[in-house]
């Protein structure tokens, strides 16, 4: 499976941002798909995740502010970010897996870079 992120970029505090994420190849169409994103001297955390049903899960620090997307006949899954704050900046990436069988199926992007200037 290849993830093709795109979408990140420079922003000021307050703006708004859209990533997109693009799977292809053995898609499981049963997987989750969702963001995590990794600041410089930190782990790599989770953003917000969607199945393929809709049910979404987000990171406390994102809640009501970004909002997780998912196209299942393109295999795409989007990430809108309003309201950015410097402490939003930070790798983004992908990731499809499958629920209790990550080590079959977990795959990741390659990440595009957030910045959030105050």
């Known amino acids: 499976v290849q993830l093709q992120a795109s979408g990140g970029g420079l922003v000021q505090a307050g703006g708004s941002l859209r990533l997109s994420c693009k799977a292809s190849?053995?898609?499981?169409?049963?997987?989750?798909m969702g963001w995590y994103r990794q600041a410089p001297g930190k782990q790599r955390e989770l953003v917000a995740i969607v199945t393929r049903g809709g049910a979404t899960n987000y990171a406390d620090s994102v809640k009501g502010r970004f909002t997780i997307s998912r196209h299942n006949l393109t295999n795409t899954v989007d990430l809108q970010m309003e309201s950015l704050k410097p402490e939003d900046s930070a790798v983004y990436y992908c990731r499809a897996y499958l629920a209790g069988d990550t080590n079959n199926y977990n795959y990741w992007g390659q990440g595009t870079q957030v910045t959030v200037s105050s």
């Open positions: 190849g053995r898609i499981i169409t049963r997987n989750i």
